[in-house]
């Protein structure tokens, strides 16, 4: 089904990206530090397993943590490929994340059914009832797109079904207004 309000979608989007726009970057030592994982029950494939990837399965209220990064889940699916990057699958009620801006004393929250995190190209995807949320400023869609190193979001409603047709599948997002500098520090 085609977006019949398209362009309109993509000024939002492209005036959501200018004001949501500052750097925001996850906490940089966070990548250097060790992964703690709890959970009611664990599978891990031994080490020497020969193949693509090595699979750990968490269930029953897990919680991730590596340095200021906190993901909590019902269930938690972790692969590890041979170079040794870390790729995290986790379900729940609602995934939660949460993760320290570098540089600033300020938090990225997200929230969603489904959340992929990809440790090699430091990206999290959250899918169904996704929400995202830096200070004051929030988003939330179906799906949400977050690169952590580059700041940048794709956020998408549900496309809606013909049986669907009453029910609200939109693009939401609050910007907080920023502080703006007086005419007399600007020279003006």
Request: charged share 30%; hydrophobic share 35%; net charge negative.
């Amino acid at each position: 089904m085609a977006w019949p309000n398209r362009a309109i979608f993509s000024s939002f989007l492209g005036l959501f990206l200018i004001f949501f726009s500052s750097i925001v970057l996850a906490e940089r030592a966070d990548r250097d530090k060790p992964i703690h994982l709890e959970a009611d029950h664990a599978t891990v494939e031994d080490y020497k397993r020969k193949g693509e990837f090595r699979t750990s399965i968490f269930t029953g209220n897990v919680v991730l943590t590596q340095g200021t990064l906190v993901l909590r889940a019902d269930k938690v699916i972790m692969k590890e490929d041979a170079a040794g990057y870390r790729y995290a699958t986790a379900y729940g009620d609602l995934v939660s994340y949460r993760q320290k801006r570098d540089g600033v004393n300020e938090y990225v929250e997200a929230w969603s059914k489904r959340a992929e995190y990809d440790d090699k190209t430091d990206k999290i995807e959250l899918f169904g009832s996704a929400r995202l949320k830096r200070g004051a400023d929030e988003v939330e869609g179906d799906y949400i797109s977050y690169d952590i190193a580059s700041d940048f979001f794709q956020v998408s409603g549900r496309q809606q079904s013909e049986n669907d047709k009453n029910s609200d599948h939109r693009v939401r997002a609050v910007i907080q207004p920023k502080a703006k500098q007086s005419d007399t520090e600007t020279g003006k």
